[in-house]
């Protein structure tokens, strides 16, 4: 069985990260710096829109910012916004390295943040998937999310989608009862 450790990465963690922006390895881990760990797995997993140290540490400030390891190797970051004037929903974001896909981890960091973004906002919990993902747009669907955009940024040609979670019972979804019960 493979051990499973989810980290909080602070704006204090960072440490010198690898000049060639490679994925995480060897001397990575729950022993080096969470949020070089971050900022390595979000660039692999969202190479359209890579975050700078500088980026990571501002994101550490105002976000909830968590690193699963298994067995000490860095497998997966998740991002947990608050609400803010532009977004009244908490948002939840799951990453997992490809590699490691289909073995629970992307439930458990999303489950974690999803406990934490209910304790945030009595206006929903939406996620964000970069459009290639169709792992990740699979996850979410089968969650009960519902897509409700799809964005660009400045000079990217694929979109992000925004998906809402659709809670059972509130009319949110009149669909969401079928399709979480053939997800």
């Known amino acids: 069985m493979t051990d499973l450790l989810i980290v909080r990465a602070f704006a204090s963690d960072a440490t010198p990260a690898d000049p ?7 001397g990575t881990g729950p022993g080096a710096a969470p949020l070089t760990d971050w900022r390595l797995i979000h660039n692999a997993i969202i190479p359209t829109a890579p975050l ?3 980026q990571v540490r501002e994101r550490a400030g105002r976000n909830l910012l968590d690193v699963a390891y298994a067995d ?12 803010d004037e532009e977004t009244p929903a ?3 974001i799951s990453r ?3 590699e490691y896909r289909g073995r629970g981890f992307g439930t458990a960091l999303y489950e974690r943040g999803l406990g934490h973004a209910r304790t945030l906002s009595e206006a929903g919990v939406e996620t964000v998937v970069l459009a290639s993902n169709t792992e990740g747009l699979r996850f979410a669907r089968a969650r009960g999310f519902v897509e409700t955009e799809r964005y660009l940024l400045p000079g990217d040609t694929v979109p992000f989608v925004t998906l809402r979670l659709a809670e059972p019972g509130t009319g949110t979804d009149p669909g969401f009862e079928a399709t979480a019960a053939s997800g």
């Open 90 to 92: 908490a948002t939840v």
């Open 20 to 26: 060639t922006g490679s994925t995480p390895g060897p």
């Open 72 to 83: 000490g190797v860095p497998v997966g970051c998740s991002t947990v916004r608050p609400p």
């Open 96 to 98: 997992i390295l490809p």
């Open 52 to 54: 700078s140290e500088e």
